[in-house]
């Protein structure tokens, strides 16, 4: 019932965004009506009057304009009806409102349930709908207005092409494939291009081809998009009005100084140095070692190598481990005294632990020359970035980083000789456990193509920056892989003759049956079903783990599933509307908007994967009505996807909110699975399992012992004053240099001016997120005054203000293009403070230093709201451009098996678990099923754990708990002793 009820009033929401103002009306009326009857004794009386209100404005339009964009803040009614007067309090600051409506924290936000439990209607279920309903308008507009593609397709998006709207767009002649590629031919050459053939049977080592009249999409060597419009890219260039009037002339490449930010803004503060030693540990790995990191209690260090192993897969600018040949300085030479920029003096350099002498290799610039323009409407428009770079990996979620991105990193993955359908895993160990007997990836030889410092590491496409947590990932996933052939053989075994699923396109109408699965065949096909399962747990394990509050729950499991999950009859009409309707539409808003906000209904996942031929909206699950979906059909193959108009890449952007090097800790808490695992036996330094020595340490203590200890430890904090001490201070002999080290710190913030990305604040207007006004922005007001953590935050912002510094400023200076104020006037210098007055330089903010010092978060999150903004857009994107998520998952490329392995999360049907989580019954969660297949010797410990990204001894409580409390079983951990951080 009351997931019908979920149903009724979502539909009601969708509904409503798309029906036409008179019927609205009306449907509101019904909706005041109901909403004071259902919910009249529940609440304020205050809070209804509202929402009443609210009903009868009716749903707010997208905008038609970038300044008139939802910025994450609602009128007062609204935020009274979903949040009551704590969300009101708080309209005035530059956060998003949803974080306090009501519901969406722990169990102490919740309100008073009426006495219907009507859940919609009453004060948690109009928090949680509010907070849902806030993001969906911030992903309709964030693919209206944030979608700008670097490889030529930009003009046709603004002017549109033969009478279809540019959002609409759906082939690029850009997308073409180039003579030089070695397909030209097999996708038609000059003519008309199209993939066919054995091109589109799996995913291609360079991913050309996912999307069959694009052949060139995602594939790797393209140009990173952006999500911001060109001119606001490269600040520091100074290359129009805004960008002089906002910055002035107060940045450069190592202005404000990198190291100086790093050392001052970036050094986690020890307690005890002598301890940790630079993340260095003690002697023996003891576990009196101590390397203080500030830390959150609801994600595990699984969680953070789980995003470096996901970043590998998604972008690299690196080509082979390397950047440019030119190497360039990196700082440590000035710092800002009372606003004026000084060099540092020796014993200020001793003291700030910085090095002079270090460099670093420039980055990869693809083109550098002066942008082509156009015009349109008297506006002058560039036609890309003012310089541009490439993403030397496939874009696409396709496990590249396991399987390969080009014939290079190809020959680096070896295949069992013995049974060339599964990866070559070795025997390494003759320790106890079923799990050991599978394996563990062999090292690489001297006749691999490799860069001789990945010498000594297991062999594998993406060897980059590995250590333990690397070498973790990519053994677990090389064991699944070989489950799933062995599986499939199994079942081939005992049924031979039985069909597949696969097809192969040169003979679309031939079965193959099971014993005619060739080892190539089946090779690509569990490389299929293991990317799909990847993407499947970063949607709905990682990420609600990492923005752990009920809204990001529900919202993430309809990215996948649907909102409409067990309901069928729905979710067939729901996604012939999405497919039919929007999907073919050549009008902009419908191909895009709409098509996001009903996507959202069926999930994205699978959109497209059946077809009927008459269309009838409930034909899907009417046996009597037969799927016509067919590989010979190009439409059909590819006709689940979606591109909003604009060829899918990552942007810069995205790259930067993704330098998540605080979540490492310096040191792992090494624990052992056969004995006691509460007990912490060592203090192993992670900068210890750097490159080879992750692989010799992984072979010596082996994947359980590993999983345990990273299982239960706790993450970095994604804050400032807490990167890990080790990766300011890394070792990198391969550059040659005086010190042969480098900050990793200071090179997050150098990349990305290197790479042109707008600094904090105008970054987060461009996103449609409210701006900050002055450093005092960044301090949670939420915080009781006086509090330690409002005094720590006030002391981060004091060091914020030294580094960047202030100015007199000049109000008839327009800063930005992007947002007005609320008045309708143009945004200037003195934001809103009189002119000529002291401001601070918080327009010259880097954009990770901005994120990074986010202390005002919605609850549960790790991340701060400004990334947030950017995975809404980008999270989705990936999922609706790839044919082999939407309308190519199906047997014919996954066969029988890898459908239902993707779908129930293994070969065992689905399961649930036995305790409930956050008030509803869950599934077994797909990493903790990968987890018992791969290694089943952590079965009883696993038997306790839910996510897999929650520390695994913690005790989740009732509803999003955040406390650090054992689990029944773990009192006696010694994590747990040292109590909160
Ligand atoms: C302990 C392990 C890690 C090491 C040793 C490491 C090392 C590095 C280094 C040396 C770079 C600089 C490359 C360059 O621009 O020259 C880098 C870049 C980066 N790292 Fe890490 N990192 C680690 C963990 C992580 C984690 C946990 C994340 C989380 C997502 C992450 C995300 C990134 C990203 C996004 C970049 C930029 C990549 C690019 O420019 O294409 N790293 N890392």
Redesign the pocket.
Known sequence: MTNIVTNVISSTYIFLRQTPRVMKTNICWLLVGALLLVSGCAGEPGDLIACAKVAWKGLRKVADERTERFQGKVQEDTARCRGSEKAVAVRANPWTDWQNYWATGDGGTKGPESFWRFKHLNPNGRGIDGALLDIEYQRIELLKFNLFDNGGTYKDYVLGRKGIDGGALKVWSEMRLPKSDPQFQAVGGDGTQLCQGELIRFRTVSGICNDLRNPLMGSSGQLFARNVPFEVTFPDLGKNDLAQNRHGDRLGLLKPDPQVISRKLFTRGQTAPDKCRDGHGMPGYSADAECDYKNAPFFNVLA??W??F??HDW????EEGH?SAEMTSVGCAAQMISGVEKPLAPDEIAKLGCRPADK??K?FIAEDSEPPTFSHKGKTHLTRSYKTTRNTVTAWWDASQLYGYNETSRRRVKRDPKNPAKLLLVPASQRAGNGERLGYLPLFESSDPMNPQWAGQEATAFPD?W?I?MSFYHNVFAREHNLFVDEFRKRAAAKPDEDSGLRNPARPDAVIRNKEVSADELFEAARLVVSAEIAKIHTIEWTPQLLYDEPLYLGLNSNWHGLFRGHPLVEAAMEKVVVNKFGKSTDAKKAGQWYSVFATGPGIFGLGNKVYKDDAIFAKYDPKKTDIWSLKNPDHVNGGINHFGSPFNFPEEF?TV????P??PDLVEYREWDKDPNVIRNKIP?VET?RGRATEAMRQQGLANWALSMGRQRVGLLTLQNH?RF?QN?E?PRLGTATGK?D?AA??II?DRERGVPRFNEFRRQYGLKQLRSFDDFVDQRLVKDSPERKEQERLVKILREIYGKHKCDASKVITAAQKNNDGTPINDCLGHPNGSTVDNIEDVDTVVGWLAEFPRPHGFAISETQFQVFILNASRRLYSDRFFTSSFRPEFYTHLGVEWVINNGPDGEMKEKQRSNGRDVEVSPLKRVLLRTIPELKPELDQVVNAFDPWARDRGEYYSLEWKARKGAEPDAAFKRGKP
């Open positions: 953070a190598f995003i470096q996901m970043t972008f690299s600018h690196l950047n670093i290799d980055s920056n250590t947590g790259v993704y330098r998540l090097h979540l490492v992670v750097f890990p990766l890394l990198l480098i990793v090179l997050d990349r």
